[in-house]
């Protein structure tokens, strides 16, 4: 599933090619696509054909457009394989096409969602005061946000009586680390995984936030990170932060930092990569 960093790659193509733009129509080709407006397709279609799409925005993993002057916004889930991209009027559909959004001007490009194992889709919630759409409202800052408030974060880190993985990963703790990007920070950290959240001291809570804000802005640079062809940018490019990546996905391979092999483990029906000797495991106590 995409991170902050592949979600921010896409918000920031959709606001350079959508936004300010006035929805001439909208199709819905597969219903699953729209299985979270609750009203149905045609309802979806209708309420934005008209309105212009403002500027697009993101909190940690979720993206969404506001709908100008409605008090509303587009909720894009992206799932494992959603997809939204920007494409002349005349080039072919893909084969996993789900939704088109034409415009009532002269660029010659519309929207596309593709999603190949339909998780993903497009959703219109009503928005907070702060602009968010209502059913993310519970969703905590990203540490890219520059209200995300690093004392408050420890002092929840220190109550959540878990450990450091779990805790990164619970969104309405912070937001927008996934189990990559949790890994990476992890290892530049030299921390475990599974580390009690009770013995982190606000020095080290500290570092390990800028751990965490160097490795989403190293992937950032870089267009994020495309294991598979299923992540792309809005113009259809990958992300090359895979070719950086420290610990995940190197099972077996060498510590960049010490030579010892990477090892993976399963965790949560998901895997941890770390370094045995530079991410020693947490003692437990008799």
Sequence with gaps: MPELPE???????????????????????????????????DDFAHRLKGHRLGTPSRRGKYLWLPLADTGQAILAHLGM???????????????????????????GTELRFVDQRTFGGLSLHDTTPDGLPDVIAHIARDPLDAQFDDEAFH???????????????????????????????????????????ST????????????????????????????????????????????????????????????TAIRRRPWMNRSSYYCPKCQRPPRISS
Excluded: M
């Design 7 to 41: 979600v921010e790659v896409v918000r920031r193509g959709l606001e350079q090619w959508v936004a300010n733009r006035t929805v001439a129509d909208v199709e819905v080709l597969h219903p699953r696509a729209v299985r979270r407006h609750l009203a149905g397709a």
């Design 81 to 107: 394989s959603g997809q939204l991209l920007v494409q002349p009027h005349t080039a072919p559909d893909e084969k996993h096409l789900r939704i088109r959004v034409r415009f009532a001007d002269a660029l």
């Design 155 to 197: 002092q929840a880190l220190r109550r959540k009586r878990s450990t450091i993985k779990r805790a990164l990963l619970d969104q309405s703790l912070i937001s927008g680390v996934g189990n990559i990007y949790a890994d990476e920070a992890l290892w530049r950290a030299r921390l475990h995984y599974d580390r009690p959240t």
């Design 200 to 259: 982190f001291t606000r020095p080290r809570t500290l570092e390990l936030l800028g751990h965490i804000r160097d490795v989403l802005n190293a992937a950032l640079s870089v267009g994020g990170t495309s294991l598979d062809s299923l992540y792309v940018n809005v113009n259809g490019g990958s992300g090359y932060f895979d070719r950086s990546l420290d610990a995940y996905g190197r099972e077996g391979l060498p510590c960049r930092r010490c030579g």
